[in-house]
């Protein structure tokens, strides 16, 4: 699979030099969400939010993923939860998760690093797959220097996310991968 997606990403970025059709945050959450659906029927994908959720699926309705406003990066950390969670945390608010905001002590924030290492390198798989720039986030604001083993964790899984990635991520980077709209987007919004 490593070699197959870096020879799929070097196809997409040569052919993202030839293809100059723009496509704006919002064009992006719009294919991202379409895709995503058809992936996951039983998942309903809400963007607008003022925080991400998940909400799990009651009685017959479905499961709901809440992103933040129109934030690509957003909808794919948010898919990248969905995608690694558990059966049994499908059906948990949150995936059963505890979230602290803003203003952790140092080992609220140590246990949040380590728990969101593992989705954010497959996020920063999906960003590499479609073209547009990944930023570590820490989701903290103290003024903490960015923590060495998050970084080093944040990239293990990545190396795992192109290499050998669970099932349903792989079905994830694979679709990201081949979808139409991964050729349409400008070039210069990688380092963006």
């Known amino acids: ?18 293809i100059s ?3 704006n945050d919002d064009d992006l959450c719009i294919s991202l969400i379409n895709l995503f659906e058809h992936l996951f029927p039983s998942i309903l994908i809400i963007g607008g ?3 991400p959720y998940y909400e799990a699926p009651k009685a017959e309705t479905k499961a709901k993923i809440f992103f933040k406003e129109n934030y690509p990066r957003s909808l794919l ?16 608010d949150d995936y059963g998760y505890w979230y602290t905001e803003c203003g952790r002590t140092s080992e609220e924030q140590e246990l949040f690093q380590l728990v969101e290492a593992r989705p954010q390198g497959l996020e ?6 479609i073209g547009i720039h990944f930023s570590p ?13 998050f ?5 293990v899984h990545y190396q795992e996310m192109i290499t050998n990635p669970p099932p349903t991520a792989r079905i ?8 139409e709209f991964a050729t349409k987007i400008i070039t210069n919004r990688m380092g963006s």
Not at 1 to 18: P, T, V
Not at 124 to 129: D, F, Q
Not at 172 to 179: D, H, T, W, Y
């Open 49 to 51: 939010a003022d925080e």
């Open 21 to 23: 059709i723009p496509m």
């Open 137 to 149: 986030s820490f989701d903290d604001f103290s003024g903490r220097p960015i923590s060495k083993v």
């Open 151 to 155: 970084l080093e964790n944040l990239e």
């Open 77 to 92: 950390h948010e898919i990248a939860h969905y995608c690694l969670a558990g059966q049994k945390r499908r059906k948990l």
């Open 124 to 129: 920063k798989a999906m960003c590499e797959a």
């Open 172 to 179: 994830a980077l694979e679709a990201l991968m081949f979808a």
């Open 1 to 18: 699979m490593h070699s197959l997606f870096k020879a799929l990403l070097l196809i997409l970025r040569l052919l993202r030099c030839f």
